[in-house]
């Protein structure tokens, strides 16, 4: 619990799923007079989208919010260990503007949207996003969805690599978002034009007219008569460009878990087909379970061997599908060679100033015992087992993440095992010391043998186990 929100307190706990929680921590606790009636039945009575699911629960005349965060992923958490171009920023930012845009249509208010990272939770896309809307009575002080959303922006880009903060601080201090009585829709158009075509094209965001189409239509108009003077010289060298900048097709492997699931669907289908066939056998319900049959065990091997098919452009480069691990790409050969060699030519310098690493004991006694001083590590530390042997590993950055990570994902800690989630912990430096925090993984986290509730920290002190699916973390500290 690290803040207030409208004047209430909020915590994430367990009640048939994650939630976060919002209550008054005083006398009276939150009263109906203090929520909005006509918002409230809003909210009820239909299922807005990209809104964080509200229930409303009455305990002993005390009102609390409880928001359902099942399947969900905090974009504060997100931002630390996933990179967001400025394509992904913007694609962010065009749907969160868009659901508070469409809010309108169930007559709520702008006031109501709580737009912090840490209140915004998004899915399995960028664009999936699920923001958090507080019920309150409308506030009398003055507030700006312009700015709110220009906070909100720079709060996001001040997480992301220096180049991409660069671009985006610089185009948020242009005019290129003023404040108008039309402000979402200015933020709807300007952050389309940030977003490249290709992403537009990909993930399915409304996509710009290009305009080949109406080049080509200009050059079939204008063929019966060549020696007519035309401006279309010029979108002649345009279409050329379009015609270059080409899409190819290629395969990207999925997951193993997704593998699983598809083939769990393919014999579910199968069994159907047949069970039908072996009910009412004839010629024509044998010849279609047959050849459904065929086609789906080769969209397997497919899916399975090569991956799923995607268009890419001809300067994207492709992620090979034949190894678990992603492959090192190279310019040319000559940085090849270079990063080939840098591995002998550590190992060879480190054998020629082995000397002044080496300290040689010296004791005339033969059987003595030499003392080597305290070998014991010191620090924040984490004891597992490994193949029955123990290792310690050094928690060395106050945001320590824990989980499988992926190529373009990094954890601090590495488990490969099944059932861990790519960041699935997460171990914060706090002002009492070191605190556990589970960070939205699929399969949960405990805590000497207790679970603990997603995004809730838990202080660590030393000799607390941690457990995360089969794998067991001693803390030291």
């Known amino acids: 619990m690290t803040e207030e929100l409208f004047g209430l307190r909020y915590e994430f706990v367990y009640q048939h799923g994650h939630c976060m929680r919002l209550f008054k921590d005083d006398g009276e606790g939150l009263t109906v007079d203090a929520l909005s009636t006509l918002q409230i039945k809003m ?8 809104m964080l699911p509200l229930e409303i629960q009455e305990i002993d005349h005390r009102i609390s919010l409880l928001y359902s965060l099942t399947a969900k992923r905090m974009l504060a958490q997100v931002l630390k260990v996933e990179e967001l171009s400025k394509s992904q920023f913007a ?40 923001l958090t809307y507080v019920p309150m009575e409308q506030s009398t002080k003055e507030w700006s969805v312009c700015n709110a959303i220009k906070d909100l922006m720079r709060q996001i880009a001040s997480k992301l690599n220096d180049k991409v903060k660069q671009d985006i601080d610089a185009w948020l201090d242009t005019d290129a978002l003023p404040c108008t009585p039309q402000t979402l829709q200015n933020f709807k158009t300007n952050l389309l034009k940030l977003m490249d075509l290709q992403t537009l094209v990909h993930d399915g965001l409304p996509k710009p007219v290009r305009k080949q189409n109406r080049i080509i239509n200009q050059i079939n108009t204008t063929t019966s008569n060549p020696l007519e003077e035309s401006p279309i010289n010029t979108p ?3 279409v050329k460009q379009d015609i270059n900048n080409s899409q190819t097709a290629s395969f990207y492997p999925i997951t193993q878990r997704a593998q ?29 379970s047959a050849g459904i049959t065929i086609l789906l065990a080769d969209l397997w091997f497919v899916l399975k061997f090569l991956g799923l098919p ?19 790409h190279f310019e040319n050969k000559k940085e090849a060679i270079t990063v080939s060699n840098v591995e002998p030519q550590d190992i060879q310098i480190h054998y020629q100033n082995l000397h002044m690493h080496t300290t040689l004991i010296q004791n005339n006694a033969r059987n003595a015992t030499v003392f080597l001083g305290n070998l014991k590590p010191e620090g924040p530390r984490l004891e597992v087992q490994m193949q029955g042997m123990p290792k310690s590993v050094p928690i060395l950055s106050d945001h320590f993440t824990i989980g499988r990570g992926d190529a373009n994902l990094k954890a601090d800690y590495v488990l490969e095992e099944a059932g861990v989630s790519r960041v699935h912990a997460e171990i914060t430096k706090c002002y009492k010391g070191y605190a556990l925090k589970d960070t ?15 995004y809730q920290s838990y202080l660590l002190k ?16």
């Open 440 to 454: 939205g993984s699929t399969n949960g986290t405990s805590l000497n043998g207790e679970p603990i509730v997603t």
């Open 310 to 328: 995607r268009y890419r452009s001809d300067g994207e480069k492709q992620v090979p599908f034949f190894s678990d691990k992603p492959e090192k």
């Open 91 to 130: 694609k962010l930012m065009y749907a969160i503007v868009c659901a508070i845009d469409d809010s309108k249509n169930y007559m709520l208010h702008e006031t109501g949207f709580v737009l912090k990272d840490n209140f915004i939770f998004i899915g399995s896309d960028w664009s999936d996003v699920f």
């Open 236 to 238: 002649i060298l345009d």
């Open 260 to 288: 699983f699931f598809v083939l769990i669907g393919i014999i579910l289908v199968m069994a159907f087909l047949w069970q039908h066939h072996v009910s009412s056998p004839t010629t024509s319900s044998l010849h279609l």
């Open 43 to 50: 909210l009820e009575a239909n299922t807005i989208p990209n």
């Open 462 to 477: 030393d000799g607390d186990e941690i457990q995360i699916v089969c794998q067991t973390l001693i803390f030291r500290y």
